[in-house]
């Protein structure tokens, strides 16, 4: 369990969550709790009365079942008091496969496909506090948390490093919403990561399909990758809805009153566009992934039809070629007594070199026409 106060350009991390729900402990600012599953699970009372203090307010309890759900899809949701933003991941568990319970369904293929952690995310925006639920390893969190803190600490020439590269007003978020979504932005960008070496991974898949000289035989691991594929592909799709449902709410909010108001609502919708574009670069990856491993299938039943084409070729030249051949001996084995050059003495030279002659042409001919030619 982690909690932030964040203040302006303060920001406080607590050890214990009870003092929170203290009269008068977050006047100013706003709250991140930050939680693991678990934790969330025991520590339910200590968070509803924090969020009671604060917002006057609690979790509904189908709310809290969906914090809780390891296995649920990117969704949103809300009340008239907070909003709710369940968001899958796409990231490296810690170069480990995820546990056997954390995802129900069995992924193949390279190795990073099998490390690839879609566990949940859960979010809670309200107007002072934002709960986040996290899966057991929090690694989202802590690195969050660590460019937080170093986002607040000057340095020895009194400058702020920037917690976000493209921020150039507001280093620190603005609030819980602009919070979450940084969250989210991060947990986007973790899939880039990954998409260098599992694109790695099929291109070299995809030329030994190709290569005429191989003999691919990893069926299974392929077959397996894009039946992975095509899971990431849906958990994106739930992701890019998500946030649609969340900018659609938020458009739907009455206008702000004051001029403040207003940039801090079209700061957060700026914000959620760009992490929707985000989403959107990785679906369109993801895709283009799909694309390329259902071709190199493609093109690896193409080449071995030209081959088995080029081969049956080469045998009905060879036919062609012997079959006048085996006519003339078929001639020649008939069983008259009086047959053309059978009592000659020269007979069968003379035979032989008009097969030969035959066998020849036939061979010219179509060398001539490319039939024998050999296909790069």
Known sequence: MRIFKIDGTQVTEHDALAP???????????LWLSLTREEFQASLPQVQEVLQS??????????????LNDQLPSRFDYTSQYDLLVFRRLAAANGKEPAPQADPSP??????????????????????????????????????AAKLLAAAVPDGRGAVPALDVRAVSARLPSGPADLMLRVINQIVDAYLDLRRELTRQLDHWQAELIDPH???????????????????DEICEDQRAAIQDWIDSLETLPAPAGAGEQRERELIMVRSRDVLEHIERV?????????????????????????????????TVLTAVFLPLNLIAGIFGMNFEFIPLVHKADGFWIAMGSMGAIAIALVLIFWRKRYLARTR
Not at 108 to 129: E, H
Not at 221 to 229: G, T
Not at 291 to 314: C, K, L, P, W, Y
Request: charged share 20%; proline share 4%.
């Open 20 to 30: 929170m729900a203290a009269p008068g402990a977050c006047e100013r600012g706003y």
């Open 54 to 67: 604060l917002c006057g307010t609690l979790l509904l309890d189908l709310h809290v079942s969906d914090l």
């Open 107 to 144: 992924r193949g293929g390279p190795p990073v496909l099998r490390r690839v952690d879609t566990r949940p995310v859960g979010f809670a925006v309200f107007d002072r506090v934002l709960l986040s639920v996290h899966p057991e390893d929090g690694s989202v969190r802590d690195t969050f």
């Open 214 to 232: 191989s003999r691919f035989t990893n069926w299974s691991a392929l077959m397996d990758s894009r039946q992975s594929l095509y899971h990431l």
């Open 283 to 315: 679906v369109h990856h993801v895709r283009r992934l799909e694309q390329n491993a259902e071709t190199a299938v493609q093109m690896h039943f193409s080449v071995q039809g030209h081959r088995a084409n080029d081969i049956m070729r080469v045998l």
